[in-house]
């Protein structure tokens, strides 16, 4: 699994992130902020505390919010979440 290594906040809730192989992009964090988890995230000065966890490489915040790397990278990379993915993707049923 891929690491972020930097996660900056951007305005309008968005996040600039990098992973460790280089990968990186913008990734649009709005549509997320819901539920008592997340809505606290609206408020954009908690936003702009974002972190990395240094053991999973997931973006953090400091009142317990995470977003899984996963899911980014395989947004901003354009490649398959997981293994078995890309070999369905590979086979076409004719």
């Given at each position: 699994m891929h690491r972020v290594v930097k996660a900056t906040a951007l305005p309008q809730y968005?996040?600039?992130?990098?992973?460790?192989?280089?990968?990186?992009?913008?990734?649009?964090?709005?549509?997320?902020?819901?539920g008592p988890v997340f809505e606290p995230l609206r408020d954009e000065a908690m936003f702009r505390t974002v972190t990395i966890d240094k053991e999973s490489g997931a973006v953090c915040w400091p009142n317990g919010p995470d977003l899984a790397p996963d899911a980014m990278y395989s947004r901003l990379s354009g490649k398959a979440m997981f293994a078995q993915d890309e070999e369905r993707a590979e086979v076409t049923p004719r």
């Amino acid at each position: 699994m891929h690491r972020v290594v930097k996660a900056t906040a951007l305005p309008q809730y968005r996040l600039q992130v990098e992973f460790d192989d280089g990968v990186a992009g913008i990734v649009e964090i709005f549509p997320r902020l819901s539920g008592p988890v997340f809505e606290p995230l609206r408020d954009e000065a908690m936003f702009r505390t974002v972190t990395i966890d240094k053991e999973s490489g997931a973006v953090c915040w400091p009142n317990g919010p995470d977003l899984a790397p996963d899911a980014m990278y395989s947004r901003l990379s354009g490649k398959a979440m997981f293994a078995q993915d890309e070999e369905r993707a590979e086979v076409t049923p004719r």
